[in-house]
């Protein structure tokens, strides 16, 4: 039965093929409902890894921006970037802009910076006509259905995000480091372990090696945690891998990820990679105003085709340093 108290464990819907739904009663002033239960919301979120509420109505970006606030306090600005946002307001963003008939694969989001979000919080204002689910798999249960050998390799080695920058494709360098001054740049890439090197025509390439299997900071469970299949040339339609490899050569896609010893991933990999995530997705259909929490280290999220309009708003919070996010310094130097 709905309620607007979360003392009672009943109001919690859990199936094994959706995430945990809380079905509420829509209450008058939002903003102060979510600053009265969130540290159960947040509980339910660190019990279940993700947590959709439903019923509380969210219509508008400036309620949204609002709950958000109530739960994760300040939100983070969005840096490293690989697609630009539309911004609604201080660390609230759009979705990112992806084509609708193309699935948005497993990832949690902005897994190689070194300050990652802990808490993903996102608001369904307009539902899609059909599909669009914001999916979500446990990183715990990943990682246990992996090949020992794999895990154990990235665990060694890590993972390396190649990037080049341009002017067509993906977040510009402002978008993504907060200035498009060089020497603001190359502060920032030393400031977080990343590698640059600046081509002749002026444009960016860089090099970040992350750990592809971390520590939760509460619960202290390995979770596989990075975007290696996400942001892998194989995980593209094949078609545009084609027009992307033909226009700027293998080794100068916007993005790319390898082993840790810079050794490319196989397409057989980044397959057996999706595979395993799509056999442990919950997926709960959008309502709109539905407002969906995710535990970002605990719980990889995905982004299904849809049609007809979809609006979702995203925001990130509780920026946390993972103690392990670099490989150990004898894995980075073989």
């Known amino acids: 039965m709905p309620s607007s108290s979360l003392a009672s464990p009943p109001d919690v819907e859990l199936r094994p ?15 102060s409902w979510a600053a009265e239960h969130r540290e159960a919301l947040r509980a339910l979120v660190t019990e279940h890894g993700a947590l959709v509420v439903r019923g509380l109505g969210l ?19 969005e840096r490293e970037a690989f697609a630009p946002r539309e911004a609604h307001g201080p660390g609230l963003y759009s979705s990112t802009p992806w084509p609708a008939n193309q699935p948005m694969c497993m990832h949690h989001e902005l897994s190689y910076p070194l300050q990652v979000p802990g808490l993903m919080l996102f608001a369904c204002l307009t539902a899609p006509e059909q599909d669009g689910a914001t999916a979500v798999a446990d990183a715990e249960e990943v990682l246990r259905a992996l090949p ?41 890439c030393r400031a977080n372990a990343i590698d640059f090197t600046w081509l002749a025509d002026g444009s960016l390439r860089t090099e970040q090696r992350r750990s592809a299997v971390v520590r939760h900071p509460v619960t202290g469970r390995r979770c596989w945690f ?11 339609a094949p078609e545009v891998r084609e027009y992307l490899v033909d226009l700027y050569g293998p080794d100068g896609l916007p993005f790319n990820t390898r082993y840790g010893d810079g050794s490319p991933i196989g397409e057989d990999v980044v397959q057996l990679l999706n595979s395993t995530y799509e056999a442990h997705t919950r997926r709960a259909p959008w309502q709109a105003g539905d407002l969906l ?42």
């Open 17 to 31: 093929d959706r995430p945990a739904l809380l079905r509420v009663d829509a209450p008058g002033d939002t903003p």
């Open 59 to 77: 219509r508008d970006p400036d309620t949204v921006g609002a709950v958000f606030a109530r739960l994760a306090g300040e939100l983070m600005t």
């Open 148 to 188: 020992t050998g794999l895990t154990e390799r990235f665990e060694r080695e890590g993972w390396l995000l190649t990037r080049s920058y341009n002017d067509e494709i993906g977040a510009s360098l402002a978008e993504s480091f907060g200035t498009a001054d060089r020497a603001g740049i190359e502060r920032y």
């Open 226 to 236: 990075n975007q290696i299949a996400f942001l892998n040339e194989w995980t593209l």
């Open 293 to 334: 929490l995710v535990d970002n280290i605990r719980t990889a999220h995905s982004r299904e085709p849809f049609t007809g309009e979809r609006q979702v708003l995203v925001g990130m919070g509780e920026p946390v340093r993972l103690a392990d996010a670099l490989p150990t310094p004898e894995a980075s130097e073989r």
